[in-house]
Every structure is written in structure tokens, then in C-alpha cells.
Antibody, heavy 118, light 113 residues
Framework: EVQLVESGGGLVQPGGSLRLSCAASGFTFSDHYMDWVRQAPGKGLEWVGRTKNKANSYTTEYAASVKGRFTVSRDDSKNSLYLQMNSLKTEDTAVYYC?????????WGQGTLVTVSS | DIVMTQSPDSLAVSLGERATINCKSS????????????LSWYQQKPGQPPKLLIYWASIRESGVPDRFSGSGSGTDFTLTISSLQAEDVAVYYCQQYYSTPYSFGQGTKLEIK
């Protein structure tokens, strides 16, 4: 069974940094693209960014709203996905989900809440 | 970037009746080389992550009741619930995965009339 477990969320001040993690199990992590998606309280879903697999040179892509501030990375030896968030803004407050894609199908984690507030 | 627009924003349907949600993309999400539409539908209930219902526009995810169906191609898509059940109250989203940045519709809130 595919499992994705996010961690690392919490309260951070504007301008601060936070690193989220996503622990994966139940599939061959190194073979798959991994994404981050977020949802602000009471709002819709926003794709944040992705890391491709080794076969695709671990290429990363980002939404315009986070490019230059957020970094997606992975450690295939630990079956883990990361999201390094710098220069955080109040509008980054959201539940952050990690996702794994299986040729058109996608699985989601339960999410971790990040609150950016002074 | 591809913009996804859902209609309506909210919908109230009687139990046992049909519910229809539409999703329109600003450009085609049909990939010509494999004739697949890169479009998913999700159901989200309060406090839960989105649940995949439909992928490739019309393929029902394993375990999803057959009252849920997806149709459409190119830029226009529909999610249909053939006979609404109380447990179907939720917000429904479409998503294109044709090109990054992947994008979602704004959501449709489905309620019981």
C-alpha cells in the first residue's frame, strides 16, 4: 500500500524558513516524480513544485508564486521528499501535501499545516 | 499556463438525483501521441486530503462507486454523479496534468437540496 507521510509543519514568522519532509513507502520511490501541492485555509488547491526522478536528472519545476524561495529535493536512499521554504510570506499559510504520480494516477499524503504569522 | 474553470461554483441536488459538474481548460489537454486527456477529478471532504475519483478524464479509480463517471475531451469535461448519496456532499476539483504548472479548477461545492 502506498503511504506518504508529511512532517515539519508549524508556526513561523514572516521572512523565516521551514523544511517539510515526506516519507514514502509501498512503492519504488526512486522511479517516480514527486510533487508538492498546497491548500490555504478555506481555499482551493495550488500546485507548488516537483522533482523528477533520476532518469530525468532530478529536474525540478516550480509555480511562479514560489520560484526562487522554495526548493524541492529528494533523497532516494531514504525514500524521502523535501520542501525547503525560505522568505516565507503570510500568503504561504496552507496545508502542504506531497504527491506521487503513477502514470495518470496520483496518491496524496495527509498533509502538514504551515502557518506564517507574527 | 493552463487555466481550469469549473461550473457551477456550488450545486444543490436532491438525494437520488443526478449531479453534473463541468470543467473547462484554457487549452486542450488531449495529448495527440497517445490520445489521452490529462485530466483528473477529485473529491474533498472537510479535514481530509483530496481523493482521486477519475483519471485520464474517464477512468474510475479503484474502489470509487460506479455512480461517479467522467467524460469529455480536449477542453471540456464533465463529472457526473448518477444518483446522489448523502456521503457525496463534498467539494469537487478538476486538475490538468498535461503541462506544468499543473492547475486545478476553483472547486464546486456539492450539497443536498
Amino acid at each position: 500500500e502506498v503511504q506518504l507521510v508529511e512532517s515539519g509543519g508549524g508556526l513561523v514568522q514572516p521572512g523565516g524558513s521551514l523544511r517539510l519532509s515526506c516519507a514514502a513507502s509501498g512503492f519504488t520511490f526512486s522511479d517516480h516524480y514527486m510533487d508538492w501541492v498546497r491548500q490555504a485555509p478555506g481555499k482551493g488547491l495550488e500546485w507548488v513544485g516537483r522533482t523528477k526522478n533520476k532518469a530525468n536528472s532530478y529536474t525540478t519545476e516550480y509555480a511562479a508564486s514560489v520560484k526562487g524561495r522554495f526548493t524541492v529535493s529528494r533523497d532516494d536512499s531514504k525514500n524521502s521528499l523535501y520542501l525547503q521554504m525560505n522568505s516565507l510570506k503570510t500568503e504561504d499559510t496552507a496545508v502542504y501535501y506531497c504527491q506521487v504520480w503513477f502514470s495518470g494516477r496520483v496518491c496524496w499524503g495527509q498533509g502538514t499545516l504551515v502557518t506564517v504569522s507574527s | 499556463d493552463i487555466v481550469m474553470t469549473q461550473s457551477p461554483d456550488s450545486l444543490a441536488v436532491s438525494l437520488g438525483e443526478r449531479a453534473t459538474i463541468n470543467c473547462k481548460s484554457s487549452q486542450s489537454v488531449l495529448y495527440s501521441s497517445n490520445i489521452k486527456n490529462y485530466l483528473s477529478w477529485y473529491q474533498q471532504k472537510p479535514g481530509q486530503p483530496p481523493k482521486l475519483l477519475i483519471y485520464w478524464a474517464s477512468i474510475r479509480e479503484s474502489g470509487v462507486p460506479d455512480r461517479f463517471s467522467g467524460s469529455g475531451s480536449g477542453t471540456d469535461f464533465t463529472l457526473t454523479i448518477s444518483s446522489l448519496q448523502a456521503e457525496d456532499v463534498a467539494v469537487y476539483y478538476c486538475q490538468q496534468y498535461y503541462s506544468t504548472p499543473y492547475s486545478f479548477g476553483q472547486g464546486t461545492k456539492l450539497e443536498i437540496k
